[in-house]
Every structure is written in structure tokens, then in C-alpha cells.
């Protein structure tokens, strides 16, 4: 018998993509947690089977473009985290708050761009739920010199 698709994740399969397995931690923390219906899902890194495709600053070593799809991964990453924490996706009720962080050069100012990767890809996934509140922050340095990272608040029923 083969598992049915979420509504998400039937969305994900039509762009291509499937929900990865929740990446480890790189430190002390939890990849998600629920508490009281809120589900907070620690930032993610764009790992794509367990390595970073790149790293450095963005408007340096990686472009603005390189920069988008790596957010983007880090929102399918994010919703792997979701799907360890809550099980079933369709159970999401809405994406809340996104947070982007983009490792920049001194005169890099297209961290809002960069983390439409990630804001597009949740309502695309999502639909009307994954519609959010968001903050795209410019920052000297990421853990493991990842160019994104991405983190996210979302409603679980």
C-alpha cells in the first residue's frame, strides 16, 4: 500500500520537487517543535543530500540568482522539518512568519529578491496558507559560510 500525497506535497510533485527528509542538526537544537499549535521550525540550510551546493556571500562568490534557488531549497528543507514535526502537511493551516538571512557582500542590497526563493515556493506549496509575514536581513556570516539561511513559524491544526 503506498502512502497518499498531502495537498502540498501533490503541489511540490507538480513543480518537480519532493518533501527531503528533515536534515539533521548541525548543533544543539531541534529541527522543529511544536508547542500549543505553533510550530517553529529552526533555520534551515540549503543542503541538497546532505552538502551545500555553494558557499560565500551573495553579490560576491554567488549571484543574486544562485542565491534565490539556495532560499528556495532552504523552504523545501523547511517543509521536511514541518513533516517530521506534524506528520501530515495538510494539517498546516498557515505559514505565519518567514525569517531570511542572506550572507552578503558590504554592497549587496537584494536580500528581499534572494528570499522570495523561499516565500514563492511556500505559496506555492501552500496556496492561501502559505501567504506570510517575512524579514530578508543582510548579515556578514552564516554557520558552514552557507550563502541562506531560512527559518519559519507556521499554524498546525
Do not use: W
Amino acid at each position: 500500500m503506498t502512502e497518499q500525497l498531502s495537498t502540498v506535497e501533490t503541489r511540490l510533485a507538480e513543480l518537480g520537487l519532493s518533501v527531503p527528509e528533515v536534515v539533521p542538526p548541525v548543533a544543539a537544537y531541534q529541527p522543529a517543535v511544536v508547542v500549543d499549535g505553533v510550530v517553529y521550525v529552526s533555520g534551515q540550510l540549503p543542503f541538497v543530500d546532505g552538502a551545500l551546493p555553494l558557499t560565500g556571500k551573495v553579490g560576491a562568490e554567488v549571484t543574486e540568482e544562485q542565491a534565490y534557488d539556495l532560499a528556495r531549497q532552504c523552504a523545501l528543507n523547511a517543509i521536511g522539518a514541518l513533516k517530521a514535526a506534524v506528520g501530515d502537511l495538510d494539517r498546516i493551516t498557515r505559514i505565519a512568519k518567514v525569517g531570511g538571512f542572506v550572507a552578503s557582500a558590504p554592497t549587496f542590497t537584494g536580500q528581499p529578491k534572494v528570499v522570495n526563493g523561499a516565500s514563492e515556493l511556500l505559496g506555492q506549496a501552500f496556496g492561501e496558507a502559505g501567504q506570510h509575514a517575512r524579514s530578508a536581513v543582510g548579515v556578514s556570516v552564516l554557520p558552514l559560510d552557507t550563502p541562506v539561511e531560512v527559518d519559519l513559524i507556521a499554524h498546525v491544526r
